[in-house]
């Protein structure tokens, strides 16, 4: 699978990949306005603080996703064509991922 987001700083995916991760955001979105009610109704605080640690692993998930399709695509792409600099991006984005 070859893509040109390193080339040209941008990924291209296929109509497949862009419904599944929109849709994945689009449930994430749900469950914000669904924790946004929670908090307008003074739901006890427990009761959110779980919906909130269910948001950010539904997050942690769908860039997971992205960064598995970024190594097996870009990078990978990149060190074949000898372009190591692109490791220097890979410790960057682990340091983030990290914090």
């Not at 991760?21 to 908090?39: A, D, E, P, V, Y």
């Not at 919906?51 to 860039?63: F, G, N, P, T």
């Not at 990978?76 to 064509?81: G, M, P, S």
């Amino acid at each position: 699978m070859e893509k040109e987001c390193c080339k040209h700083r941008k990924t291209h995916r296929s109509q497949r990949d862009v419904e599944l991760l929109t849709n994945r955001l689009s449930r994430i979105g749900g469950q914000i306005n669904g924790i946004k009610k929670m908090i307008a109704e003074d739901v006890y605080c427990n009761d959110v603080l779980v919906q909130l640690a269910s948001v950010e692993r539904a997050v942690k998930s769908v860039s997971n996703i992205i960064l598995e399709d970024h190594l097996k695509g870009c990078i990978a792409d990149d060190l074949e064509n000898g372009k190591i600099e692109s490791m220097d991006e890979v410790v960057e984005l682990f340091k983030r991922f990290n914090k």
